[in-house]
């Protein structure tokens, strides 16, 4: 029961801040911490719900990834995969190096990654950031700058604690795109990183023979990727209308409390 208890408690926190501006990782690794699992067997297990991430943008932007197959829109898909090529060289250094499973198990580092992310949605409602531009620019007019700029900060977000979806949504209003291009541009990247990450943790569970280590049963995991793409699809709806509103800056405090509650443990353990 407790296991339960806590696949469905990270299905849905974990789909809840998927796309929502507040990081997932960061509260992959705060949640596994407080229910005493290890942050590698949380981390593939997060890993294998990503199936639920995939599946909400599939549904959610099935007319635009429909588009992809027609001539006028090859350029957004070129930019698309141009903005995905800083994330795949990080991922694959940090997966090789192995470099996660300390990130996951730091909570200094999740704390900062907090504190980043409060700070780029805080700034994300300056109008003199945002609304530089005369005409921002649409979503099929993406410039290559505007693209790589975007997907050097996805990069960035692998960080625990460093919201993917909210940084790269204020890293392209700062960059001059619409509002809900931006938010569009960030869930298209969305897809080709979380299905490279699906894919390295699953060739690495195949060659460290760990998924002995995943203590879920297959119904367990069914479920909880059920719950997780209903909960995503909700979140991912929800988010677009903020952005369109100009209110990602509401997030930023949240993550800034949650920032601070981390420092504060963290030096706390040098003090007792």
């Known amino acids: 029961m407790a296991l339960w208890c806590y696949v469905l408690l990270l299905a849905a926190v974990q789909g809840l801040t998927e796309f929502l501006p507040v990081s997932s990782s960061g509260h992959l690794a705060v949640l596994a911490a407080f229910f005493g699992f290890r942050g590698e067997e949380s981390a ?11 599946l909400a943008i599939i549904v959610f932007y099935f007319r635009i990834l429909i588009g992809f197959f027609r001539r006028d829109q090859f350029r957004l898909l070129c930019m698309v995969v141009l903005a995905s090529v800083p994330a795949g060289i990080i991922g694959l250094t940090v997966k090789h190096f192995r470099l996660d499973e ?23 409602g300056k109008k003199k ?47 001059g795109i619409e509002r809900e291009a931006a938010a569009t541009f960030s869930f298209l990247l969305a897809l080709p990183a979380i299905f490279g990450a699906t894919l390295l943790e699953t060739i690495h569970l195949l060659r ?5 280590a995943l203590s879920v049963s297959h119904l367990q995991l069914g479920v909880a990727v059920a719950v997780s793409a209903a909960v995503r699809l909700f979140a991912l709806s929800a988010l677009v209308k ?31």
């Open 44 to 54: 593939m297990l997060g890993i294998m719900l990503h199936a639920g991430s995939l």
């Open 102 to 124: 300390t990130l996951f198990q730091d909570e200094a580092v999740i704390a900062f990654g907090f504190l980043i992310t409060g700070a780029l949605l805080l700034l994300s």
């Open 129 to 175: 950031l945002v609304e530089r531009a005369a005409e921002p620019t649409p979503l099929k007019e993406i410039s290559w700058k505007q693209a790589l700029t975007v997907g050097c900060v996805q990069a960035a977000a692998l960080i625990p604690g460093i919201s993917r979806s909210g940084s790269t949504i204020s890293t392209g209003l700062f960059a």
């Open 208 to 212: 460290a023979e760990a998924a002995d």
């Open 242 to 272: 903020v952005v369109k509103k100009g209110r990602l800056a509401v997030f930023s405090w949240y993550v800034f409390a949650l920032g601070a509650i981390l420092i504060v443990k963290y030096f706390a353990r040098f003090a007792a």
